[in-house]
């Protein structure tokens, strides 16, 4: 397994920055990584809720199937999973003064089969998309994507 943690300093309060990352669709905004991500369901995004996600890494597209497992006021998880690798998203939010929010987020990747002998090879690439989310989420949650 390969996890990838960071902590970022996001410019908005603990609840706009819960409800923006809640709506998953919207990692086209912060991630570089993916490609297009749609909400599959309809309604208030819940434990439950599920998006379409396809990424490209590393000159491959994947295709992945996301559902919120944990939605609580400070924390969100979202589990992805597809034939080779189930990915997870942690996020664990605090309130830093009026107006900022400190995000701790883990994303852990799982991978199956044949793919698991890939993924000490992996580790790099990853903690380099990790590095690339620090820089483009706080200003996507402030309304700002680049």
Same mark, same amino acid.
């Given at each position: 397994?390969?996890?990838?943690?960071?902590?970022?300093?996001?410019p908005v309060?603990?609840d706009?920055?819960?409800?923006y990352?809640?709506?998953?669709e919207?990692?086209?905004e912060? =991630?570089?990584?993916?490609?297009r991500c749609?909400?599959?369901?309809?309604?208030?995004?819940?434990?439950?809720?599920?998006?379409?996600?396809?990424?490209?890494?590393?000159?491959?597209?994947?295709?992945?199937?996301?559902?919120? =497992?944990?939605?609580?006021?400070a924390?969100?998880?979202?589990?992805g999973?597809n034939g080779?690798?189930?990915?997870?998203?942690e996020?664990?939010?605090?309130?830093?003064?009026?107006g900022?929010?400190?995000?701790?987020?883990?994303?852990?990747f799982?991978?199956?089969?044949?793919?698991?002998?890939a993924?000490?090879f992996?580790?790099?690439?990853?903690?380099?998309?990790?590095d =690339?989310?620090?820089?483009r989420?706080?200003?996507?949650?402030?309304g700002?994507?680049?």
């Amino acid at each position: 397994m390969i996890t990838v943690e960071r902590n970022i300093l996001l410019p908005v309060p603990l609840d706009e920055a819960v409800s923006y990352l809640e709506e998953f669709e919207r990692t086209e905004e912060w =991630d570089p990584g993916t490609v297009r991500c749609a909400r599959v369901d309809a309604g208030a995004v819940r434990p439950g809720s599920t998006w379409h996600n396809t990424s490209r890494f590393r000159g491959r597209t994947t295709e992945l199937v996301y559902r919120l =497992d944990v939605r609580e006021p400070a924390r969100l998880v979202f589990v992805g999973e597809n034939g080779t690798v189930v990915a997870t998203d942690e996020m664990t939010f605090a309130a830093r003064g009026a107006g900022a929010t400190a995000l701790t987020y883990r994303a852990s990747f799982r991978f199956k089969g044949l793919a698991r002998l890939a993924a000490p090879f992996l580790r790099n690439a990853f903690e380099r998309l990790g590095d =690339d989310v620090v820089e483009r989420m706080p200003a996507a949650v402030a309304g700002r994507p680049r």
